[in-house]
């Protein structure tokens, strides 16, 4: 089991990039992320809830055998976060690539509440939820450019 929890808490290994491991976990979301564009938006809500709450356990999990608190190698909260960012989008290859861009942007820079997520919530909650609020900036501000420029 404990195999398997760090396979895919680290995206199938990405997590242990020597550099950058948080963009190349991101590209992990890449498959999923053309799933979820051919679900309907009610059950690509359920699925990414799902989704959301599976990376939450496995974060968690894998937090303990790594022994150290929201881990590098720990990449399933960027696929949270590039699924949020990418929800419910019309996905054109510009709007694929601005909205990892603007993920990666708003995971570094974590604007509130994900910095509290990030320091403050314990646990695999703690480790996605930084994520998922990026991944929502990220959509927020791509769907506000798509109404004006895109």
């Keep these: 089991m404990r195999g398997l929890i760090l396979f895919l808490a680290t995206g199938a290994y990405l997590g242990y990039a020597p550099v950058a491991s948080g ?8 498959p999923l992320i053309f799933v979820f564009a051919t679900l309907p938006p009610a059950v690509q809500f359920l699925a990414l809830g799902v989704f959301i709450g599976v990376a ?21 909260d960027e696929v949270a976060g590039f699924l949020c960012a990418t929800a419910w989008l019309d996905l054109t290859p510009t ?3 601005l909205a990892f861009a603007l993920f990666r942007l708003f995971d570094i820079l974590k604007p509130p509440p994900a910095r509290y997520f990030d320091r403050q919530v314990a646990g695999g909650l703690g ?3 930084d994520d998922v609020v990026a991944g929502l900036y990220a959509n927020l501000v791509l769907r506000l450019l798509t109404r004006s420029v895109l």
């Design 23 to 30: 963009t190349f976990g991101s590209l992990a979301a890449l």
């Design 127 to 129: 480790v996605v939820f």
């Design 95 to 97: 709007r694929l690539i």
């Design 56 to 76: 939450c356990w496995l974060a968690g999990a894998a937090e303990g055998y790594l022994g150290e608190h929201d881990s590098g190698k720990i990449v399933i």
